[in-house]
């Protein structure tokens, strides 16, 4: 798998909380604060996996 398929696979789940947050109404700033936090699981997930691989 590409850096670049890995790094859209972590932003896929912002993406999704993105949506999500903006059809739910969230205010702005809890919005953001739901797209990081995603960025962050999803990160430690991938680096939590390749360390399980490896």
Not at 8 to 18: F, I, K, P, Y
Not at 23 to 32: E, F, I, K, S, Y
Not at 39 to 46: E, I, M, T, W
Request: charged content about 30%; hydrophobic content about 45%; aromatic content about 0%.
């Amino acid at each position: 798998m590409l850096l670049s398929q890995r790094a859209s696979l972590v932003e896929q789940s912002a993406v999704m909380a993105g949506v999500r947050g903006k059809a739910a109404g969230l205010d702005p700033t809890v919005h953001r604060l739901l797209r990081k936090e995603s960025l962050d699981a999803s990160s430690g997930a991938r680096e939590r996996a390749l360390r399980e691989l490896d």
